[in-house]
């Protein structure tokens, strides 16, 4: 499926006579494709890769060549430091083992995931804050950074870190209901530029400086509209179904090629964040260690029980 040949409905109408037949053509063959792969996607056997991890699981379909990448981290894959390093050894497994792309979802039923474990950052000393963002860092530019196919199965809510790693991927489907977006603003904290540079690449300039000014949390019909996912799927299912036919787009792109265009797209960001980020460490440090965050961290907790009790 080419991208450029996902033309909604209602802009196919805007079109010349041409272009309109040349994109229903474009779509009939996406369609067959993509049921293809669904047909594929359904019947091919899954190999369970023996990652050494305990919060992820790689599974692959020995059909589509394709790896799905599974956090599951209950109640809400919450991103401690052993959920990062897990992320890291999968994705690391998966580009040695020669799939063919990665699709990464969650193993929670309404949570692709929370973000950062707060309780990884509150009372806590230096070092650990700086073991935490260093794996932070570390688990998003492999996977921002990797040359493979890359898409995410949105299966439920993503603020923050959870937007993070969905952004970080090339393609992002998601299933209804949900919220998704970069809230740092709301909890009066600032997200640092590296850590935008997924969201600046799906969004048009002006509409991620306001949703990242008002730590916007999309909903996934809103999250569509404007481009930060790219489609909306029923179920955890159909979304790893639509994320299978996107990477299966690529089926007949020299994969070499096609990695290297994707990082040069990438590279200027990749390089603006190897600059900063022993700089980037030191500023989290300093912030997250600030009295009034620390305490804003602790009532942000307590709320969230309270919410989680009623
Ligand atoms: C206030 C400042 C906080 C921290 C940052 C400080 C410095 C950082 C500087 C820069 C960082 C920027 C980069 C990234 C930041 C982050 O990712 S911060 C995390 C932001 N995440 C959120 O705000 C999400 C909070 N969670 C939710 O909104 C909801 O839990 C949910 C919509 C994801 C799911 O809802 P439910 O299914 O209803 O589940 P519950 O809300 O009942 O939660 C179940 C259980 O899980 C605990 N929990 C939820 N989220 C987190 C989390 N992020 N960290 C740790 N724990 C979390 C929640 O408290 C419940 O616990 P129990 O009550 O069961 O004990």
Redesign the pocket.
């Known amino acids: 499926m080419k991208l450029s040949s996902r033309i909604p409905f209602r802009l196919a109408l805007k079109q010349t006579p041409e272009q309109r037949s040349s994109s229903i053509d474009t779509y009939q063959r996406t369609m067959l494709h993509s049921n293809l792969l669904r047909l594929v996607a359904r019947g091919g056997p899954k190999r369970l890769m023996s990652t050494a991890t305990k919060l992820t699981t790689v599974e692959v379909n020995d059909k589509t060549g394709i790896a799905t990448l599974t956090m599951n981290r209950p ?2 894959n ?1 991103q401690n430091v052993q959920l990062l390093e897990d992320l890291q050894k999968s994705i690391t497994e998966i580009e040695n083992n020669k799939s063919r792309g990665l699709i990464l979802t969650s193993a929670m039923s ?2 692709f995931s ?6 990884e ?1 509150y009372n806590t000393n230096e070092e650990r804050l700086r073991i935490v963002w260093t794996e932070l860092q570390n688990a998003w530019i492999a996977l921002y950074g990797s040359s493979l196919p890359t898409a995410a199965a949105i299966n439920g ?1 993503a ?3 959870g937007c993070l790693l969905a952004t970080a991927c090339e393609y992002r489907v998601m299933v209804p209901n949900c919220r998704i977006g970069l ?2 603003t709301q ?3 600032i ?1 640092p530029k590296w ?1 935008m540079s997924g969201f600046l690449n799906v969004l048009p300039k002006r509409v991620a400086e306001r949703a990242l000014t008002q730590g916007r949390m999309f909903t996934t019909q809103e999250a569509f509209e404007v481009g930060l996912v790219d489609e909306i799927a029923n179920s955890k299912e159909e979304a790893l179904e639509k994320c299978s036919a996107f990477i299966g787009s690529f089926a007949k792109v020299n994969s070499l090629a096609r990695g290297l265009t994707k990082l040069q797209f990438r590279a200027e960001n990749i390089k603006e964040f190897e600059k900063i980020r022993e700089k980037d460490v030191a500023n ?1 440090i300093a ?2 260690s600030r009295p009034e ?1 620390q305490k ?2 602790g009532i ?2 307590e709320n ?2 309270k ?3 009623k």
């Open positions: 109640p809400v919450s309404n949570v929370a973000g950062l474990d707060i309780h950052m809510h603020p923050a870190g809230n740092e909890l009066g904290i997200a850590l989290f912030l997250a965050i804003d961290m942000y907790l969230l029980k919410k989680g009790k």
